[in-house]
């Protein structure tokens, strides 16, 4: 944003001028991510003639660091023989999302143009589904054999590096390409260099299954402080590895996905400003179509009290308090429960323990909220009256306490995603118990209406 | 998870046998990461009797991987002096993440124990505030000078490795240790042997400041895509980095907070299963109270409306689901926006398409639910009534909308977290404002209840 402001007007100015010289001294100059985002701000057109100043392999890297979104309209206006060398420079995994969002014409038309090698990647890393390890690896590592010196390794790798993602990991492959081993840069620069690599490689690597989910293999990355973990197939063949920054945009995308389904969102699958009105539009409208259902539920629940809301007008006043009472418990006890869901893995036991927890804590926070209740409300009605809106809070508490913990477990256990029980829902649900409830417990507080009447 | 309950069974017989090799051994074979995850299923004695087996580097290292409470509980019952060599061990950062949570008394006892240039890198990073650069860097990078050439540098490396969180990246410093440039070691191992450093590295390196905010810098690692980052002081000094690892925590961490805040609890420390029974009811409390106290001013609002309520009872079945309409609808635009200034940085023209965009939003969504309501109420009320259900829900998704998108950029204005402004809060003052629309509507569309009472 910073860098944007202040460099967007001299880069436009270059362009106004058609100095190729001048824009391609801009993107020589600047970091890659940098450039990316100040000619975030052009049209497509523009961003293109930017571009095309650059060698392949740089054009490459800026092109990385755009959003999706925007890589796919420049791809729209681009000739197809330098994007095709473009492609061709690009990362596997980075490539592979962009030629995912194309229709399949585009894709068949610049496959042809690209390098057969990239090809027949391209068409191997496109096959793996979508949220898989395969989906996210890419296959640039760098591979050794076991039985050469620390020395031939070294001189192998400044060979390896210009292709590879990463070569301070390097994998020991035996001749069929099984994973053998593996060895750090940094023990590799420490050995001696007449040692084999067979020597002093690591044998047990913990690895990841290239149909693994993508989340998994992220966790799995942070857990051992790895700067990248190798996917293996079912053979235990290294078929690619994934880096830990695309680890991270992993986790950080997973983390704002839950956060939209927990406020009733059908995930989007880009920002928030990115996303078109309409797909906005209508992945908020769904759920709050749902949730408005679920509300016309409450109000004909409602309806069967109605002597009740005639007769003692006041109980109409707590309504609203009451219900958030059972929502607001709920939802801290939802997100809690979902947040722990998705960072740690939990086993029976775990579980059991939460659900114990979350009872007492119900147990303690209602009765304090009760005693608050009961002495607020003293002082707007009569005894009993208070009576009755202090136990159905705390009678809410405990409900939505323990639908807020049990629901988002039940949902994972029956394979859904627990966030999708989101706030609202538990909120909407406890809405439609909560008037029943409350109706319920006056009636067993004060007696049946027809006597107040009488 | 997995590993725990397959190894832990061996690893107590071992214990209960006394079998210091054994032990040694569990421990020397399995990743640092498996052996703390197994181990933290033990009581803090036995969990040191374990680590004591082990070489003081090894200790570190697994000590490491253990949640800061169970290292604070290990910490309370070793004896000082294998204690003080395992914290000489330990990565700057997270020795310090550990000291500062124990109490200043112990820290003073120990800090005589261990090595004078360790102690002192010890109170340096203790000085730097929570939160900062400084509180989640590392002090050991590796660093050389710029005159020396790619050969005498790689030899170099090899003393500097064991000391170095990373020397995949190497900082060039001037003789006052100001950062000069750097390259990293795969450009060096791609570089000519003879060539110079100064001849090789980048000039013009992205850096942070020591009192920079840490999620700024988790932020700019992610960007950039680097392993690390330096840090310097205002004279331009290295003072450490901050590596990839670190700034995945960080985010991770910024996520949990920022879900615990909009379901209205107090950030935790620790994770869920950590959190002490107290501490979590106090966090979880004292929300509850202040949203109840809400909702009571909500009940005191209703009460200027008791003569609607007895007249039009069929208006009470409505009350929740006007309520929520709002709130949900201000749940999702709320949540949308503080992950989006969460994630990105945000200048002021998009703060004004953001809230352009959410009018526009609360328009149409707002226009789907009354066109809804308005068939279903049909079929439970008259005519008149279902207009005035339907036109309070139209209003009710504008106002809750308007409310979730302006608080946060507002909360964020004023400098507080915007997550602050939690979904039940923005609830809360929904349901205040939003009794009064459903009855003001009403009073508008069906005229005042003393007409209808004549």
Not at 193 to 215: F, G, T, Y
Not at 324 to 340: F, K
Not at 356 to 364: D, P, S, W, Y
Not at 422 to 451: M, Q, R, W
Request: hydrophobic share 50%; net charge negative.
């Amino acid at each position: 944003m910073f860098y944007r402001s202040l460099l967007l007007p001299d880069l436009r100015m270059t362009l106004d001028a058609n100095d190729v010289e001048g824009i391609r001294a801009f993107c020589e100059t600047l970091h890659p991510a940098v450039v990316a985002e100040v000619i975030d701000e052009l049209e497509p057109a523009e961003l293109w003639k930017v571009l095309v100043t650059c060698a392949p392999d740089l054009q490459a890297e800026i092109f990385g660091f755009l959003e999706l979104r925007r890589q796919i309209q420049v791809v729209e206006v681009a000739d197809r023989k330098t994007l095709s060398k473009l492609i061709e420079q690009m990362a596997p995994d980075d490539r592979v999302d962009v030629l995912e969002m194309l229709d399949e014409e585009m894709v068949e038309s610049l496959l042809p143009l690209i390098a057969q090698a990239e090809r027949a990647d391209i068409r191997k890393l496109l096959s793996y589904p979508d949220g898989s390890a395969g989906s996210i690896m890419t296959t640039e590592y760098a591979s050794l054999p076991e039985e050469i010196t620390v020395s031939e390794a070294l001189d192998q790798l400044r060979i390896q590096a210009p292709d590879s993602e990463t070569i301070y990991y390097i994998y020991i492959l035996d001749e069929r390409r099984r994973l053998d081993g593996m060895v750090s840069l940094r023990e590799l620069i420490q050995a001696k260099r007449a040692s084999k690599l067979a020597d002093i490689m690591h044998r047990d690597v913990i690895s990841v299954r290239v149909d693994d989910d993508e989340e998994f293999v992220a966790r799995e990355l942070a857990r051992y402080d790895f700067l990248a973990i190798p996917v293996v197939d079912n053979q235990h063949r290294l078929v690619g590895i994934v880096t830990l920054d695309d680890a991270l945009d992993v986790l950080e995308e997973e983390a704002t996905e839950d956060a939209q389904m927990q406020a009733a969102i059908q995930p989007l699958d880009e920002s928030y400003m990115s996303t078109p009105f309409l797909v906005l539009a209508r992945k908020r409208g769904v759920w709050l179509v749902i949730l408005l259902a679920a509300a016309f539920l409450t109000a004909w629940v409602m309806q069967d009290y109605e002597e009740l809301q005639s007769n003692y007008v006041w109980m109409v006043w707590f309504i609203p308090l009451v219900l958030a009472s059972g929502g607001n418990a709920g939802s801290q006890s939802a997100t809690l429960i979902i947040r722990e869901m998705a960072t740690t893995d939990m086993d029976g036991r775990d579980k059991y323990f939460i659900l114990m927890r979350e009872l007492r804590m119900a147990l303690v926070l209602g009765a304090c909220l009760m005693t608050l209740s009961f002495g607020i409300a003293i002082c707007m009605v009569a005894l009993s009256e208070a009576i009755v809106v202090a136990v159905t809070v705390l009678l809410m508490v405990i409900f939505g306490t323990s639908a807020g913990a049990t629901l988002p477990i039940i949902f994972k256990r029956l394979g859904m995603d627990p966030a999708m029980m989101s706030n609202p829902l538990i909120a909407a649900l406890v809405d439609v118990l909560g008037v029943i409830i409350y109706f319920k417990t006056a009636l067993a507080i004060l007696g049946p209406v027809a006597k107040v009447i009488d």
